[in-house]
C-alpha cells in the first residue's frame, strides 16, 4: 500500500462542538482538558448542547502557522452552531472540512456551520459511498427506519465544494491526512448488521464503506486518530493510520467506537484489548462508543482514559 506523508505538528486541539454528554459542573480542567463553562458575563446564565451526534473544530498549529479543520457537522440543524455561538469560536477560521461517513448524526448540521464559516469553495472531503441512498436500519421486515438524504447539493449550497476520496487525501497542506477507505481485517469487527441501504430497488446489507476517520502526526509523539462513529472498526482504523502513514507510534485514539447497544456489546473487552497493544497516551471514547463501554475502556485504561464532552477542547502538545 502507498504510504502517505503527514506533516509533524507542534501542536493538535480538538474542541468538540457535539458529543452526547456534557457534565458543565465537570471542574477538572488541566493543560489538555479545557471544559465549556457556565458562566457568562459574569453569571451563571449559559450550558452547552449534547445530542446524538458529533462534531469538532481540528486546529493544528507548527511555528507560526495555524490550519483550521470541522470534521462532521453534528446531528440536528442547530446544536453544533449553537454550541460554536455559546463558546465564541470564530468559525470563519475554518479553511477546509472532512465527513466521517454519510448518516444523519454526522451531517444535519451542514447548513447552519457553514453559514457560520461564510465561505465558497471550502474543500470538504468525503467518501463517495458517503451519498448511497436510501440508507435505513431494518428492524424487520416490516420497520425499517430511514435516514435523510445527503444531498451534493445541499453541501454545496452550504459553501462547501466535494473533493470525493476513495484512498488518503492530504488536507490543511498535509498537516492532516483523511484516510479514505478503510480495509476491514479484524476478525471481530464486522459492522453494523442492521444497516441496509437500496441498489437500484434491491435490498442489499450496507457495509459503510465511506467511514473512515483523519489523522494528525504530534511531534514526536505519534499520531492522533479522530473518528467519527468507526463502523469500519476502531482497531481497523488505527491499523490503517499506521500502515498509510509508517508511523507506528499512537499517541491519542479518539472518536466514535460504535460498540453502543446489545449487538456491540460482546466486542468490547476484545476491543479494548487490541487499543492496548497499540499503546497509546490517550484513550478518548466519544458518542456512539455507549456507557458501557466507555466505563470498561476507563476501568481497563485508567491513565491513558480522557473523558469528552460536548464544549470540551483537548488540547495535545508535542515535544521540542
Same mark, same amino acid.
Not at 446564565?45 to 469538532?56: D, M, P
Not at 453541501?155 to 491526512?177: R, W, Y
Given at each position: 500500500m502507498a504510504q502517505y506523508t503527514v506533516n509533524e505538528v507542534d501542536k493538535v486541539e480538538i474542541l468538540t462542538l457535539q458529543d452526547n454528554y456534557i457534565e458543565i459542573t465537570a471542574g477538572d480542567n488541566s493543560e489538555i482538558i479545557h471544559r465549556a463553562a457556565a458562566v457568562k458575563e459574569g453569571s451563571i446564565r449559559q450550558s452547552i448542547l449534547a445530542e446524538h451526534g458529533y462534531?469538532?473544530?481540528?486546529?493544528?498549529?507548527?511555528?507560526? @502557522?495555524?490550519?483550521?479543520?470541522?470534521?462532521?457537522?453534528?446531528?440536528?440543524?442547530?446544536?453544533?452552531?449553537?454550541?460554536?455561538?455559546?463558546?465564541?469560536?470564530?468559525?470563519?477560521?475554518?479553511?477546509?472540512?472532512?465527513?466521517?461517513?454519510?448518516?444523519?448524526?454526522?451531517?444535519?448540521?451542514?447548513?447552519?456551520?457553514?453559514?457560520?464559516?461564510?465561505?465558497?469553495?471550502?474543500?470538504?472531503?468525503?467518501?463517495?459511498?458517503?451519498?448511497?441512498?436510501? @440508507?435505513?436500519?431494518k428492524v424487520s421486515d416490516q420497520l425499517k427506519i430511514y435516514f435523510p438524504k445527503l444531498a451534493r447539493e445541499d453541501l454545496e449550497k452550504a459553501g462547501f465544494k466535494v473533493v470525493e476520496s476513495k484512498t488518503p487525501l492530504p488536507l490543511l497542506d498535509g498537516d492532516?491526512?483523511?484516510?479514505?477507505?478503510?480495509? @476491514?481485517?479484524?476478525?471481530?469487527?464486522?459492522?453494523?448488521?442492521?444497516?441496509?441501504?437500496?441498489?437500484?430497488?434491491?435490498?442489499?446489507?450496507?457495509p459503510l464503506e465511506d467511514d473512515t476517520s483523519i489523522v494528525m502526526n504530534l511531534k514526536r509523539k505519534g499520531?492522533?486518530?479522530?473518528?467519527?462513529?468507526?463502523?469500519?472498526?476502531?482497531?481497523n482504523t488505527v491499523r490503517q493510520a499506521i500502515e498509510v502513514t509508517g508511523i507506528d507510534q499512537i499517541h491519542v485514539v479518539m472518536g466514535g467506537f460504535h460498540l453502543s447497544g446489545p449487538a456491540f456489546e460482546p466486542i468490547i473487552g476484545r476491543t479494548t484489548e487490541e487499543l492496548k497493544k497499540f499503546n497509546p497516551a490517550y484513550i478518548v471514547p466519544t458518542h456512539c462508543t455507549g456507557r458501557k463501554a466507555v466505563m470498561h475502556m476507563e476501568k481497563e485504561m485508567p491513565r491513558q482514559f480522557l473523558l469528552n464532552m460536548s464544549g470540551t477542547t483537548l488540547t495535545f502538545t508535542g515535544s521540542s
Amino acid at each position: 500500500m502507498a504510504q502517505y506523508t503527514v506533516n509533524e505538528v507542534d501542536k493538535v486541539e480538538i474542541l468538540t462542538l457535539q458529543d452526547n454528554y456534557i457534565e458543565i459542573t465537570a471542574g477538572d480542567n488541566s493543560e489538555i482538558i479545557h471544559r465549556a463553562a457556565a458562566v457568562k458575563e459574569g453569571s451563571i446564565r449559559q450550558s452547552i448542547l449534547a445530542e446524538h451526534g458529533y462534531c469538532a473544530v481540528v486546529k493544528t498549529t507548527t511555528g507560526d @502557522r495555524l490550519g483550521t479543520l470541522l470534521f462532521d457537522f453534528g446531528f440536528s440543524e442547530d446544536g453544533a452552531a449553537a454550541n460554536a455561538k455559546s463558546l465564541g469560536l470564530n468559525m470563519k477560521e475554518v479553511v477546509a472540512a472532512a465527513l466521517s461517513h454519510g448518516h444523519s448524526d454526522h451531517t444535519g448540521g451542514v447548513g447552519k456551520l457553514g453559514a457560520m464559516i461564510g465561505k465558497k469553495e471550502v474543500p470538504l472531503a468525503l467518501h463517495p459511498a458517503a451519498f448511497k441512498s436510501p @440508507r435505513y436500519i431494518k428492524v424487520s421486515d416490516q420497520l425499517k427506519i430511514y435516514f435523510p438524504k445527503l444531498a451534493r447539493e445541499d453541501l454545496e449550497k452550504a459553501g462547501f465544494k466535494v473533493v470525493e476520496s476513495k484512498t488518503p487525501l492530504p488536507l490543511l497542506d498535509g498537516d492532516i491526512l483523511f484516510l479514505g477507505e478503510i480495509p @476491514r481485517r479484524t476478525d471481530f469487527e464486522k459492522g453494523m448488521a442492521v444497516a441496509h441501504f437500496l441498489d437500484n430497488g434491491k435490498e442489499k446489507w450496507d457495509p459503510l464503506e465511506d467511514d473512515t476517520s483523519i489523522v494528525m502526526n504530534l511531534k514526536r509523539k505519534g499520531l492522533v486518530v479522530l473518528s467519527g462513529c468507526a463502523h469500519a472498526g476502531i482497531v481497523n482504523t488505527v491499523r490503517q493510520a499506521i500502515e498509510v502513514t509508517g508511523i507506528d507510534q499512537i499517541h491519542v485514539v479518539m472518536g466514535g467506537f460504535h460498540l453502543s447497544g446489545p449487538a456491540f456489546e460482546p466486542i468490547i473487552g476484545r476491543t479494548t484489548e487490541e487499543l492496548k497493544k497499540f499503546n497509546p497516551a490517550y484513550i478518548v471514547p466519544t458518542h456512539c462508543t455507549g456507557r458501557k463501554a466507555v466505563m470498561h475502556m476507563e476501568k481497563e485504561m485508567p491513565r491513558q482514559f480522557l473523558l469528552n464532552m460536548s464544549g470540551t477542547t483537548l488540547t495535545f502538545t508535542g515535544s521540542s
